[in-house]
Protein backbone atom coordinates (compact mmCIF):
# COMPACT_ATOMS: atom_id res chain seq x y z
CA UNK A 1 0.00 0.00 0.00
CA UNK A 2 1.11 3.53 -1.06
CA UNK A 3 -0.26 6.24 0.52
CA UNK A 4 -0.20 9.56 -1.56
CA UNK A 5 -1.28 13.22 -0.18
CA UNK A 6 -1.96 15.90 -2.49
CA UNK A 7 -1.93 19.84 -1.73
CA UNK A 8 -1.09 22.85 -3.39
CA UNK A 9 -4.63 23.25 -5.71
CA UNK A 10 -6.86 26.56 -5.50
CA UNK A 11 -7.74 29.24 -7.71
CA UNK A 12 -5.95 31.58 -10.23
CA UNK A 13 -6.01 33.86 -13.18
CA UNK A 14 -5.49 32.74 -16.26
CA UNK A 15 -1.72 33.11 -17.00
CA UNK A 16 -0.48 32.27 -13.42
CA UNK A 17 1.68 29.81 -11.67
CA UNK A 18 0.50 27.18 -9.13
CA UNK A 19 2.80 24.33 -7.56
CA UNK A 20 1.03 20.99 -6.55
CA UNK A 21 3.33 18.47 -4.03
CA UNK A 22 2.16 14.98 -3.21
CA UNK A 23 3.87 13.39 -0.49
CA UNK A 24 4.49 9.53 -0.67
CA UNK A 25 4.51 7.63 2.24
CA UNK A 26 6.93 5.41 0.77
CA UNK A 27 10.90 5.58 -0.97
CA UNK A 28 9.48 7.66 -4.49
CA UNK A 29 12.85 5.51 -5.70
CA UNK A 30 10.68 2.10 -5.32
CA UNK A 31 7.75 3.13 -7.36
CA UNK A 32 8.08 2.58 -11.19
CA UNK A 33 6.65 5.82 -12.13
CA UNK A 34 5.38 8.73 -10.14
CA UNK A 35 2.63 10.99 -12.27
CA UNK A 36 -0.30 13.79 -12.56
CA UNK A 37 -3.36 13.02 -14.09
CA UNK A 38 -6.48 15.25 -14.16
CA UNK A 39 -10.11 15.01 -14.29
CA UNK A 40 -11.88 17.87 -16.03
CA UNK A 41 -16.31 17.85 -15.44
CA UNK A 42 -17.62 15.36 -17.93
CA UNK A 43 -14.21 14.01 -19.22
CA UNK A 44 -11.98 11.29 -18.50
CA UNK A 45 -9.15 11.36 -16.43
CA UNK A 46 -5.87 12.06 -18.66
CA UNK A 47 -2.07 11.58 -18.20
CA UNK A 48 -0.69 15.27 -17.76
CA UNK A 49 2.89 14.14 -16.66
CA UNK A 50 5.09 11.19 -15.16
CA UNK A 51 8.28 10.99 -14.14
CA UNK A 52 10.08 7.23 -14.21
CA UNK A 53 12.18 5.74 -11.58
CA UNK A 54 15.46 6.42 -13.52
CA UNK A 55 14.05 9.71 -13.83
CA UNK A 56 12.96 10.56 -17.48
CA UNK A 57 9.86 12.61 -17.82
CA UNK A 58 6.82 12.93 -20.18
CA UNK A 59 4.15 15.22 -20.78
CA UNK A 60 0.49 15.37 -22.30
CA UNK A 61 0.97 17.81 -25.60
CA UNK A 62 -1.36 20.03 -23.73
CA UNK A 63 0.81 21.40 -20.54
CA UNK A 64 4.39 20.57 -22.87
CA UNK A 65 6.52 23.78 -22.10
CA UNK A 66 4.23 25.09 -19.02
CA UNK A 67 4.39 22.61 -16.74
CA UNK A 68 7.13 20.37 -15.34
CA UNK A 69 7.29 17.57 -13.05
CA UNK A 70 9.85 16.86 -10.56
CA UNK A 71 10.68 15.02 -7.76
CA UNK A 72 12.67 15.45 -4.22
CA UNK A 73 14.03 12.04 -3.54
CA UNK A 74 15.04 13.09 0.13
CA UNK A 75 11.73 14.00 1.41
CA UNK A 76 9.75 11.42 -1.23
CA UNK A 77 7.44 14.00 -2.87
CA UNK A 78 6.74 14.98 -6.35
CA UNK A 79 5.60 18.22 -7.43
CA UNK A 80 4.13 19.49 -10.51
CA UNK A 81 4.79 23.29 -11.28
CA UNK A 82 2.47 24.83 -13.71
CA UNK A 83 2.96 28.05 -15.32
CA UNK A 84 1.21 29.55 -18.03
CA UNK A 85 -2.13 28.39 -16.67
CA UNK A 86 -5.56 28.39 -18.87
CA UNK A 87 -8.89 28.29 -18.14
CA UNK A 88 -8.87 24.76 -19.78
CA UNK A 89 -6.38 23.12 -16.77
CA UNK A 90 -8.80 23.39 -14.64
CA UNK A 91 -9.88 20.07 -13.22
CA UNK A 92 -8.75 18.00 -10.40
CA UNK A 93 -5.49 16.95 -10.27
CA UNK A 94 -4.34 13.42 -8.92
CA UNK A 95 -1.52 11.56 -7.76
CA UNK A 96 -0.46 8.46 -9.07
CA UNK A 97 1.83 5.65 -7.80
CA UNK A 98 2.48 3.09 -10.57
CA UNK A 99 4.22 0.35 -8.40
CA UNK A 100 3.47 -2.52 -10.75
CA UNK A 101 1.58 -4.39 -10.46
CA UNK A 102 -0.35 -1.83 -8.40
CA UNK A 103 -1.80 1.86 -9.09
CA UNK A 104 -2.28 3.82 -6.10
CA UNK A 105 -4.52 7.06 -6.22
CA UNK A 106 -4.49 10.56 -3.65
CA UNK A 107 -7.56 12.39 -2.84
CA UNK A 108 -7.23 15.06 -5.64
CA UNK A 109 -6.49 18.36 -5.45
CA UNK A 110 -8.63 21.37 -7.21
CA UNK A 111 -7.36 23.76 -9.46
CA UNK A 112 -9.22 26.42 -11.01
CA UNK A 113 -8.30 28.92 -13.83
CA UNK A 114 -10.46 32.19 -14.08
CA UNK A 115 -10.20 33.76 -17.31
Known amino acids: QVQLVESGGGLVQAGGSLRLSCAVFKSILSINTMAWYRQAPGKQRELVAAIARPGPTNYADSVKGRFTISRDIAKNTVYLQMNSLKPEDTAVYYC?????????WGQGTQVTVSS
Open 96 to 104: NARDIPHSY
